[in-house]
């Protein structure tokens, strides 16, 4: 992969929260400020704040994420917030879940170059065969996805029961809540809460939106065989 255009460096806070992986890290910056613009997964804009909005603002997620956890990215895009939580968390099993091709080829590549051990997974959270495969995630993860209700509606099937959505929503965090809650209470979820991560090293620190999967939930949780082309397993699971 290209990796010409210069990333800015990595504040100082990085190293504590990436620890041994800071390498991999940089590197990854490295390949949105190139490959990833070339191939319009993020914005030429987004180059300069790539480390606080982007890396550090993913990674802080992880401290909604028990230990060992099995975790699923939903939307996944360019890698965020899956690929910074990965290289802060390696104990995590890690599932990087996107429907679109190109999306799911530069996941791939990113996954090999920086030699993660991390599942990536073609196809969308609603479907059969995507719910059959990760049905019992203890966390979902998910940024700049969907609305809270629809959001809720996808990630549910995939957690199990006391599992829990954590979504970076930012500002919107509140007025989501205040319109969606009740529609998430009436599909098996908890009161949504508005939780902070990375203060001591972010400002404004994350703002998400967590939300407990209360209720087991009927079918919904998704049954059949998976699809062969969309639920098609493009990573294989290595060990830790
Ligand atoms: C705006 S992008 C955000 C990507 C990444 N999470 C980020 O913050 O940069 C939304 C992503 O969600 C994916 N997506 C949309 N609907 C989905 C679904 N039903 N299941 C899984 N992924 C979905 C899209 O293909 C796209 O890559």
């Known amino acids: 992969m290209d990796e010409k255009a210069a990333a800015p460096a990595p504040p100082e806070s990085a190293s504590s929260i990436f620890g041994d992986a800071l390498p991999a890290a940089v590197r990854f910056a490295e390949l949105l400020a ?6 319009g997964l993020i914005g030429p804009r987004e180059v300069e704040r790539l480390w606080e909005r982007h890396l ?14 099995r975790v699923v990215d939903l939307g996944s895009g360019a890698g965020l917030p899956g690929v910074p939580l990965i290289l802060a968390r390696p104990d995590l099993d890690v599932t990087l879940l996107e429907p679109m091709a190109r999306r799911v080829a530069w ?6 170059a920086l030699g993660l051990s991390a599942t990536v997974l073609r196809g969308r959270a609603e479907e059969p065969g995507v719910k059959q495969r990760l049905a019992g995630a203890d966390v979902v993860i998910a940024r700049a996805v ?10 549910a099937p995939l957690l199990r029961q006391g599992g829990r959505l954590v979504a970076l929503k930012g500002e919107s965090a509140a007025d989501e809540i205040e319109r969606d809650g009740a529609a998430v209470g009436r599909a098996g979820g908890g009161h949504p809460s508005v939780e902070r991560c990375g203060a001591d090293v972010l400002d404004p620190p994350a703002t998400i939106i967590e939300v407990e999967r209360m209720s087991a939930l009927g079918r919904a949780s998704g049954r059949g065989r998976p699809r062969q082309r969309s639920a098609q397993r493009t990573r294989k699971e290595q060990g830790h």
């Not at 190139?34 to 191939?39: D, N, V, Y």
């Not at 996941?107 to 090999?112: I, N, S």
């Not at 969907?146 to 990630?155: F, V």
């Open 34 to 39: 190139a490959a990833g613009i070339e191939r």
């Open 56 to 69: 550090l603002n993913s990674a802080v997620v992880g401290e909604r994420v028990p230990d060992r956890a």
């Open 107 to 112: 996941l791939e590549e990113v996954v090999d």
């Open 146 to 155: 969907a609305p809270l209700d629809r959001l809720w509606g996808w990630s």
